[in-house]
């Protein structure tokens, strides 16, 4: 019954319904109490020889209107009941889909999509039965089976009753432990299918690197072991499952074979007629029932509490990054200054960042190099606030970047990753994603400095062609611009390319950057690349290694300074030297 209190907050919001749909489901019960009461009583008069047409004709048209009635309740309280498990389910589906996007990425490092992805589907939906078809059950096994008890005791004989119920302890103390095996195997059985989910969604996702590689058997035979302990674990759960209709069968039977051989005694010995055993046992039928929905009520709340428990902890998980009470609710613009001492990421021991300071003036633009780790992109995650717990402050615009809220902080941000996510939508949707109010003619100016309107014009739906799921249709380079014009739609402050160029030619980055220029001159550019020519024309160049500064000044500079910059340059230059097949540009 925990389940049940723990929805409590649900059943008050939603009480009008609830109320109703349980009075209608209480008249029901009510109601199903008649036709055996008249069986007995027409039983008595043909027994007796007393039953007339016109006696008949009565108590059958006292049995039609109360068919009649109980036909028209059972689709309302249908309606109450079930229409608000659905309400149930819509509400914690949003909840959780709040949840994830209000989420900081960290979260989706410990979290796998499909798991996600089981909660808001498998999970919602026990949930759902136990707002629905628990709740029925819940009260259709406490009121038919109260009524009924009532009415067997009441109106025919109470000794009889008494006998008829000596089996019932047994059934009580058996679902009860069969209700707990079962929650528990069921939690077990869920875990398992985030696990099977999980791997469906990583091969679809990749299924061009396992085909790549070869790896169609290795992948399906991974599969099929995560498919079959799925199904290992729900027959676990369907093994107890299966006890509780054998259970209260048993019971049941019992339960007539007393009521029987007692009943025909005292029918013999005078105490009860035979139209009483008759409407006793008819009464006995309909107790089948409530006694097979209190089995499948314990089904339906342990499984229900099992979803309950992993959506409610998943729901509990705190956003690591929360804004101030008094956040200024304002686009910050102005100069950046970033003084870090240290950083360190969740989990791990050894510092990303130390001693990372610079000054970026508004309208300036930074470039960042280093190789592979050494810091750039954990510099972009704190500018943009997906992590704090450093040692040091980053000021933009005159205020600490924690001072602002993160919405209108991330606001001023266009961030171009260096994985490009595309949605399975027309290019338009994808370029207006940042700005659906945008007009055509702000979406085509966005894709001409991003060096794709000609690309588009030469697809078969030009800006309507739809590019697939990722973008799988597209190139890398595509993809890349197509990232830009969608960042610069939004009109940021601060536009930071995350190594963004790294799949377009040269003399296309050369055509991008000039443009970015020519748009943007009041505006703030990070840029980070392992291409030093993107960098050339900034007006600040950070070097990193090992997570700290190096070198740190313009691209002459660090020429001139013939050290790590110089060398990598120097490098770069070779390497196109010899991809021109020695002949010098």
Same mark, same amino acid.
């Given at each position: ?8 907050? !649900? ?17 029901? +019960? ?33 049995? +039609? ?94 000794? %009889? ?7 019932? &302890? !047994? ?86 074979? %007393?009521?029987?051989? !007692?009943?025909? $005694? ?50 509990? @998980? ?24 240290? !950083? ?6 050894? &510092? ?18 280093? $190789?592979?780790? =050494? ?49 399975? =939508? ?13 007009? @055509? ?37 595509? $993809? ?6 969608? =960042? ?22 050369? +055509? ?47 020429? +001139? ?25």
């Amino acid at each position: 019954m925990k389940v049940f209190f723990e929805l409590g907050w !649900f059943f008050k919001e939603r009480k009008k319904q609830y109320f109703m749909g349980i009075s209608l489901l209480i008249i029901v +019960a009510i109601l199903q109490l008649v036709p055996p009461k008249i069986i007995g009583v027409v039983v008595d008069e043909i027994g007796a020889g007393n039953l007339t047409g016109g006696s008949l004709v009565k108590w059958l048209s006292v049995l +039609a209107a109360s068919a009649l009635i109980m036909y028209v309740i059972r689709y309302y309280w249908r309606i109450m009941i079930y229409g608000s498990s659905m309400t149930l389910a819509k509400k914690l589906r949003a909840d959780l889909f709040r949840h994830f996007t209000s989420m900081a990425p960290s979260f989706y490092q410990k979290r796998r999509i499909g798991d996600l992805m089981a909660h808001a589907t498998n999970d919602v939906s026990a949930v759902q039965q136990t707002a629905g078809n628990g709740v029925l059950t819940l009260v259709d096994s406490i009121t038919t089976g109260g009524f009924v008890i009532l009415a067997m005791a009441i109106t025919i004989d109470w000794k %009889l009753t008494l006998i008829a119920l000596i089996p019932m &302890p !047994f059934m009580a103390l058996s679902t009860n432990y069969y209700g707990k095996l079962l929650h528990k195997h069921f939690h077990h059985a869920q875990a398992a299918f985030s696990d099977l989910n999980d791997k469906t969604q990583e091969s679809i996702t990749g299924i061009k690197v396992m085909k790549t590689f070869g790896q169609d058997k290795e992948d399906i035979e991974d599969f099929k072991r995560l498919s079959d302990d799925v199904v290992q674990k729900n027959i676990r759960v369907a093994k107890v499952d299966s006890l509780f209709d054998p259970t209260i069968s048993l019971v049941v039977g019992i339960s007539f074979f %007393l009521t029987i051989v !007692f009943g025909a $005694k005292f029918v013999v010995a005078g105490d009860m007629t035979l139209g009483d055993l008759v409407a006793f046992t008819s009464y006995l039928g309909l107790l089948v029932w409530p006694l097979l929905a209190f089995g499948l009520l314990f089904n339906i709340m342990e499984r229900g509490s099992a979803s309950y428990d992993r959506i409610r902890n998943l729901l509990a @998980e705190k956003m690591d990054i929360q804004d101030k009470e008094d956040a200024l609710a304002i686009r910050p613009q102005g100069n950046l200054a970033f003084n870090i001492q240290s !950083f360190t990421f969740p989990g791990e021991e050894t &510092p990303s960042l130390k001693n990372i300071q610079f000054i970026l003036k508004r309208g300036e633009t930074l470039g960042v190099v280093g $190789k592979t780790g =050494a810091g750039k992109t954990a510099i972009l995650k704190l500018l943009m606030r997906e992590f704090d717990g450093y040692d040091g402050n980053i000021i933009y615009g005159g205020h600490a970047i924690g001072d602002y809220e993160t919405l209108k902080l991330r606001e001023a941000i266009g961030y171009v990753p260096q994985e490009h996510f595309l949605f399975s =939508a027309s290019i338009y949707q994808n370029i207006a994603f940042t700005n659906p109010e945008a007009t @055509e003619e702000e979406v085509i100016n966005a894709a001409q400095i991003a060096q794709i309107h000609d690309d588009i014009l030469h697809f078969t739906k030009g800006y309507n062609t739809i590019v697939g799921e990722r973008g799988v249709s597209l190139s890398g380079g595509q $993809k890349q611009r197509i990232s830009i014009a969608r =960042a610069l739609l939004m009109k940021p402050e601060m536009l930071i390319l995350d190594d963004s160029l790294s799949a377009v030619d040269a003399k296309t980055e050369e +055509a991008i950057l000039a443009a970015l220029k020519g748009a943007r001159t009041d505006a703030t550019t990070i840029i980070t690349s392992h291409r030093l020519s993107a960098l050339i024309h900034a007006h600040l160049i950070i070097v990193l290694h090992e997570g700290t500064i190096v070198e740190k000044g313009t691209h002459d500079v660090l020429m +001139a300074l013939r050290g790590r910059y110089f060398e990598m340059y120097q490098l770069q230059q070779l390497e196109q030297l010899v991809e021109r097949g020695g002949e010098p540009s």
